[in-house]
């Protein structure tokens, strides 16, 4: 299919009809608009700090001492 001389868009039409075109779904659309920030969660109950707020629930406390990417709205941070 690819072989002999083709233009660039004949090579990318080409390969472009033969392609699988996947959609991001909305929650993966929603995330791709939240900032992220890598912290460390405390080491003895697992609550992090960001912008001067600290975050704590029961399920971080299984993450106590570990790196975290934190997902946020930095215009709703409470």
Known sequence: ???GVH???E??????AQSTIRK???EQLRQL??????VSADRLDGSV???GNR???EALSEHA???LLLRFDPDALH
């Open 1 to 3: 299919v690819y072989g």
């Open 7 to 9: 233009s660039f868009d």
């Open 11 to 16: 090579v990318f039409e080409a390969s472009y």
């Open 24 to 26: 991001a779904t909305e």
């Open 33 to 38: 608009l939240l900032a992220a920030e890598v």
């Open 49 to 51: 700090r960001l912008s």
């Open 55 to 57: 975050y704590w629930c």
């Open 65 to 67: 001492g570990r790196k």
